[in-house]
């Protein structure tokens, strides 16, 4: 009995073949990840994986934005459930960051197999601004410093969190490690007059506002795209393969 092809939505197909990239790239690292390995590995013609991406650069600045959104969606779930303080709500940051590190090392992959592209330049200054007001934001009640400066010492504890990822997958640091040094980072780049904000209850239940303020959208990856349909893989598999 003949089998009806699967018909997917446009965004549907598009993640598919996104969470197909994520595998290839765990099992074979970034080099092994080309339009044509996904198209074979997803099942689907060469046309199609062209359709949504173009070119590898294209395909793979699509991918790290993935990987990026869910790094920070991560690092805000945990936040929302971080005990009051300033030593609290650091040691939350920096074991959601971590955690996100070793449970998705495809991110560092993708983003070294960009290195050099004006494009990826741009989308890591994006991701690295978003990810510094995200830690203002909720960093703010336990430091006297004004938003600007919260927000340039945010931003240098970032490059020093990916200094501190790199020794982790490098083994040359534990977790616990890690974790410790990146908190005695952040609770040190608040100010003299750190954890005011601790007896007031403000922090990181308003997470969640905060999160929204600045700019961070955690629900699915580039969510919203059209309603088109396309052939799934039994009917596509037959053109331009």
């Keep these: 009995m003949a089998t009806t092809p699967t018909r997917l939505s446009k965004q549907a197909r598009r993640e598919q073949l996104l969470d197909t990239a994520v595998a290839i790239v765990r099992t074979r690292g970034a080099d092994g990840l080309t339009l044509v390995t996904l198209a074979e590995e997803a099942g689907v013609s060469r046309p199609v994986v062209y359709g949504h991406f173009a070119t590898r650069p294209g395909l793979l600045l699509a991918l790290h934005r993935r990987l ?9 779930r945990a936040l929302r459930s971080a005990a009051t303080g300033a030593d609290a709500v650091a040691r939350a940051i920096s074991t959601a960051y971590f955690a996100c590190a070793t449970d998705m090392p495809e991110l560092g992959a993708v983003t070294a197999a960009l290195k050099g592209s004006l494009e990826m330049e741009a989308v890591r200054h994006e991701s690295a601004d978003r990810y510094a007001e995200l ?13 600007k400066d919260l927000g340039l010492r945010c931003a240098g ?4 969190a990916d200094a501190l990822a790199a020794e982790l997958n490098r083994r040359r640091a534990t977790d616990d490690e890690a974790v410790a040094a990146l908190t005695c980072l952040i609770t040190g780049s608040l100010g003299a007059e750190a954890g005011r904000g601790a007896e007031s209850g403000a922090g990181p239940a308003d997470t969640e506002a905060g999160a929204a303020g ?8 580039e969510a919203g795209a059209g309603a088109e349909t396309e052939t799934g893989a039994g009917a596509e598999t037959g053109a331009g393969a």
């Design 135 to 147: 830690m203002a934001t909720v960093l703010r009640p336990y430091s006297p410093l004004a938003p």
């Design 214 to 221: 600045a700019g961070l959208d955690t629900g699915p990856a």
């Design 68 to 76: 990026d959104e869910r790094h920070r969606a991560a690092v805000t």
């Design 157 to 160: 504890v970032l490059g020093a």
